[in-house]
């Protein structure tokens, strides 16, 4: 018997108090973002790129939950899912999609945000239909998910095809279809931060150094992909300790988890978000 008790398997519940502190700092953000707009020293359109940047960051670390993760279990066919971790395989997708709505940034906010959740939902399908290739025709195993006994989409029964002792294997249809979802957010939403970023920097960096756009422009797309790109991981990783571990998708106990993972996401992403639009600001001296 261990010391140590195991963690539910849902663990749902979000703490008042945290909630309530996690409200209180996000207005606090917001309130300083405001007072900046108002005292001149950001712009409106500033203003809303950190508004962007909180929407993109809490459409990431939704994403992450619906993507299927199996860690080392998947590796070895004892549970459901791509055989990597949840920070991981959350990055890859999202970042497919970052670049391409960042090659897209330069024609419109539509087509940069709809090619970006492209970009994300087709490198997650063809990750999903590449692991369940392996898993039938190389380990010679069915897909099958330990967390329900019927498909929720097809309503194909899974215990029969389920190998004792495992928590299942492969990814069946729920778990494929949740993951490109998973990845069209993701992708969307980590091309919402990009554009969010590209925009204020259009404007600030080149009034900052005293120069014309196009003299600074490898400047404002490198600085808005970097500051896009660690924004997408802090949100990743944080969801990675939310989940704790390997996840099947939308009919996983643990999904119901993203609410908490939300409202933290909110948080951190104003954070970074002002902290990211700061460095447009001009120093008194």
């Given at each position: 018997m261990s010391a140590i008790a195991s963690k539910p398997a849902s663990g749902?519940?979000?703490?008042?108090?945290?909630?309530?502190i996690a409200v209180v700092m996000l207005l606090a953000?917001?309130?300083?973002?405001?007072?900046?707009?108002?005292?001149?020293?950001?712009?409106?359109?500033?203003?809303?790129?950190?508004?962007?940047?909180?929407?993109?960051?809490?459409l990431v670390t939704f994403s992450v939950h619906l993507v299927p993760v199996g860690g080392a279990p998947a590796a070895m066919g004892q549970a459901p899912g791509i055989a990597t971790g949840v920070t991981m395989l959350a990055a890859g997708a999202g970042l497919a999609g970052l670049f391409k709505g960042a090659w897209a940034a330069q024609f419109s906010y539509p087509v940069a945000l709809g090619t970006g959740a492209i970009g994300g939902a087709l490198l997650m399908a063809i990750s999903c239909m590449l692991?369940?290739?392996?898993?039938?025709?190389?380990?010679?195993?069915?897909a099958a998910s330990g967390k329900v006994d019927k498909d929720p989409l097809t309503g194909d029964t899974q215990p029969e095809?389920?190998?004792q002792g495992t928590e299942g294997h492969g990814l069946p249809f729920i778990s494929y279809v949740g993951g490109v979802f998973?990845?069209?957010?993701?992708?969307?939403?980590?091309?919402?931060?990009?554009l969010s970023l590209y925009d204020a920097y259009l404007t600030g960096i080149p009034a900052l150094m005293g120069t014309d756009v196009e003299s600074v422009m490898p400047l404002i797309v490198s600085i808005a992909g970097i500051f896009a790109i660690g924004m997408f991981l802090v949100n990743a990783v944080m969801t990675a300790y939310n989940i704790t571990g390997t996840i099947e998708g939308p009919h996983d106990p643990k999904f119901k988890r993203f609410p908490r993972a939300i409202v933290a996401s909110a948080v951190a992403s104003a954070l970074a978000g002002l902290l990211a639009l700061l460095i447009i600001v001009p120093v008194p001296f």
């Open positions: 749902a519940e979000m703490p008042a108090k945290g909630a309530a953000v917001l309130g300083i973002g405001l007072y900046l707009t108002i005292a001149g020293i950001f712009t409106m359109a500033i203003f809303y790129s950190l508004i962007g940047i909180i929407i993109g960051g809490v692991v369940n290739v392996t898993y039938v025709f190389a380990m010679g195993i069915p095809y389920k190998s998973g990845g069209l957010i993701g992708g969307f939403g980590g091309t919402l931060i990009y």
